[in-house]
């Protein structure tokens, strides 16, 4: 952060023309470095607790290799636990814009992978995923739960990130004619998915929904599934 402040020192005339997309740019770079000084508190608690149990141990009557081994297989099942958790939340706010048509519409880049933000995140998604044991009770040894830590980090950080950037674009990527679609497929989202409107209607505005959609934001099959379980059952036939 401070090399940030002396650069912008020395090129204070720079704000000006740069103007908000500047003020953007710095926005989202610290963010990032907030979020890594959380990772590397995060770090140093997991190590003084470590620390805290080795020495419980050692002042106590068993100190045998099997009492050390219990220890830090409970602390590696207790870490395991939380960045199973975190985890699942980071998946779980990412699928509030996968599954959600309405969402995707507002927010378009979450869902573009061509967009360089996002397609980190995925690419960071992908490596946690990967690397994820089967459950928090499995035995791994303390190198591959700092990878898996790491990857968990990483994913939260580049979802942060791509996230902020996409609340701050929006649909400024594209078209004035796009944008009026993404409008018109917004008002017909609201009438395929009202009670109150006929099964004619629903039917018609759901078709006219995904025809606006085409070739500007790809739907996943998940966020088309939901969509059409909010619009049934006139149309599940």
Do not use: C
């Not at 650069?7 to 000006?16: R, S």
């Not at 004035?176 to 008002?187: F, I, P």
């Not at 606006?212 to 049934?232: N, P, R």
């Amino acid at each position: 952060m401070g090399e940030i402040l002396a650069w912008l020192g020395d090129y204070w005339w720079l704000v000006f023309p740069v103007g908000g997309a500047a003020f953007g740019v710095i926005g989202t770079v610290t963010g990032l470095f907030e979020r890594q000084a959380e990772q590397e508190h995060r770090r140093k608690l997991e190590t003084i607790e470590a620390k805290a149990r080795a020495k419980a141990i050692a002042a106590g009557s068993d100190v045998s290799p099997e009492a050390i081994e219990r220890s830090d297989s409970a602390g590696r099942t207790q870490r395991l636990e939380r960045l199973m958790e975190t985890h699942d939340e980071v998946t779980r706010r990412w699928l509030d814009y996968e599954l959600d048509v309405a969402k995707l519409i507002a927010f378009p880049t979450m869902s573009d992978g061509r967009e360089e933000l996002t397609a980190a995140f995925l690419r960071a998604k992908k490596v946690a995923d990967g690397l994820r044991p089967a459950s928090a009770e499995e035995r791994i040894d303390a190198e591959t739960l700092a990878e898996y830590r790491d990857a968990v980090h990483d994913f939260e950080v580049a979802f942060d990130i791509a996230e902020q950037n996409a609340r701050r674009v929006r649909d400024t990527g594209f078209t004035d004619a796009e944008r009026r679609r993404l409008e018109r497929a917004q008002q017909l989202l609201r009438t395929a998915v009202d009670t109150s409107a006929t099964a004619a209607e629903r039917q018609v505005a759901y078709k006219r929904v995904r025809e606006e959609l085409d070739g500007l934001i790809a739907l996943s099959d998940g966020a088309i599934e939901v969509l059409e379980k909010k619009v049934a059952p006139e149309i599940e036939g």
